[in-house]
């Protein structure tokens, strides 16, 4: 599956940047087939397997759809995104009981096609003249020249600023490129201590998923954070190494939020974030939860600021929306026709609701400005829970350099050899060095093992 993507996919980081170069001047040519060859007084039932909740924007993006369609039947069904839950839901698929299914994670979508689970879109997609390029920025995903899913929804990282904490600190104009350096210095800036000189409000947060502390790897080289262009684990990679311990020594300074800590107490960055313990957290899911003023009051405004790069200059391939949930009709689908209808309504117009459960759009003819009313209502509710400007230049922003992953080798097996080490280093049980060099070492044996 590697070999069968790794062509098309090695276009990704050009196109990417042509895109981004040329958004100031040019809008995407997004056509506007959506609706152009379906009854509207079509009738069907869709099954969908989404992770999401109706709560989280489903009920919504579906209540949206029935205005066009009111005659397709939309049955949500959700299941969890981990080991268990996609086994679930691959016997669901196996069985017949699903017509449509989202995908989440590479090698989620990897597995269920490789076992046959989606169908064929290709013909549909070039008898309508879609064009994935136009539309989603890119052609992957696909299999032996055939498309088999649409990529529908990511996840933009960002670094979340308390704004009454940035100004106490004197800090200046908010970030718009800035290293890891830079915003450990911020961080150390945005510390607060009591008379005796402990810690009392961290300045600063890493994001609380252990393997999101290698989406640098996304920022650096634009795709595949486990692996090295060989094919290798780049575990042991030096500049990993030294991220690492600037992360390490963070938080023995105080001014970061332990990763233990987090992982011990089963803690979020959105709870240290909302409630006092972090001024400023790298994050990916917060909106969901700063919208929700109730559960989590705040007493300023956050400001965001673009996920911090390794070195000064480095395109920041993490600056905008990485591919992460693909769309499709499955093998046991029971009314293709509709099932087409809402996977093309999801997969563009409808892929704004992912939003509102903490994820985005990678339809590039999504408009920020939509998305910032769909959120908070209206600009003038946003603008009492964030500064809206960099909400949306940072939060989103389909037009910013964007990272994919292609590899899927043994990456199940290498995410947590990568959570189990990295943890040593953080603890102490190990140097960084010792931990990442087994770390590697593991990384390789599995990845040759699963080849």
Request: proline share 3%; with cysteine.
């Amino acid at each position: 599956m590697r070999k069968m993507l790794s062509l098309v996919l090695a276009l990704m980081m050009i196109l990417g940047l042509m895109a981004y170069a040329a958004a100031e001047s040019a809008q995407p040519d997004i056509t506007t087939w959506i609706f152009a060859n379906e009854d509207p007084n079509m009738k069907g039932t869709v099954r969908f397997y989404i992770p999401f909740s109706g709560k989280q924007g489903m009920d919504a993006m579906i209540a949206e759809f029935n205005k066009s369609y009111p005659n397709i039947t939309i049955e949500l069904n959700t299941y969890s995104n981990n080991a268990d839950g996609n086994i679930a839901l691959n016997s669901e698929i196996n069985s017949q009981q699903c017509d449509v299914v989202a995908s989440f994670e590479i090698h989620n979508l990897m597995n269920r096609l490789n076992n046959g689970m989606y169908l064929d879109l290709t013909d549909r997609i070039e008898a309508e003249g879609i064009s994935l390029m136009d539309n989603w920025g890119t052609e992957a995903y696909n299999m032996d020249g055939k498309v088999y899913v649409l990529p529908c929804g990511g996840l933009t990282h960002f670094v979340a600023i308390k704004k009454n904490a940035w100004e106490a600190a004197g800090l200046g104009d908010y970030p718009t490129d800035w290293t890891w350096d830079e915003y450990i210095e911020a961080s150390r800036a945005m510390t607060v201590r009591d008379e005796a000189g402990n810690t009392t409000v961290y300045g600063g947060s890493q994001y609380q998923v252990i393997s999101d502390l290698l989406d640098s790897v996304y920022q650096v080289n634009g795709c595949n954070r486990f692996y090295r262009a060989d094919g290798s684990c780049i575990f042991d990679e030096p500049w990993i190494k030294t991220l690492i311990q600037k992360n390490i020594d963070a938080e023995k300074e105080g001014i970061w939020y332990k990763m233990d800590a987090y992982r011990s107490d089963n803690y979020k960055t959105w709870f240290a974030y909302t409630d006092g313990t972090v001024n400023s957290t790298v994050g990916c899911n917060l909106i969901r939860f700063l919208r929700d003023t109730e559960t989590y009051p705040m007493d300023t405004l956050t400001v965001f600021a673009p996920y911090p790069v390794v070195e000064k200059g480095q395109v920041n391939y993490e600056s905008g929306i990485n591919y992460f949930s693909f769309v499709g009709m499955t093998r046991g689908c029971q009314d293709p026709e509709a099932a087409w209808a809402w996977i093309k309504w999801y997969s563009t117009y409808g892929s704004k609701y992912l939003t509102l459960a903490g994820h985005q759009s990678t339809w590039k003819g999504t408009d920020s400005g939509a998305l910032v009313d769909l959120i908070f209502g209206s600009e003038e509710e946003a603008a009492k829970i964030v500064d809206v400007e960099s909400f949306k230049k940072w939060v989103g922003n389909p037009n910013n350099p964007s990272a994919y992953t292609d590899n899927a080798t043994a990456y199940s097996k290498l995410s947590s050899i990568w959570d189990e080490y990295v943890m040593y280093a953080f603890t102490g049980d190990m140097t960084v060095d010792e931990a990442l060099d087994e770390a590697a070492r593991l990384g390789n044996r599995a990845i040759a093992d699963a080849e």
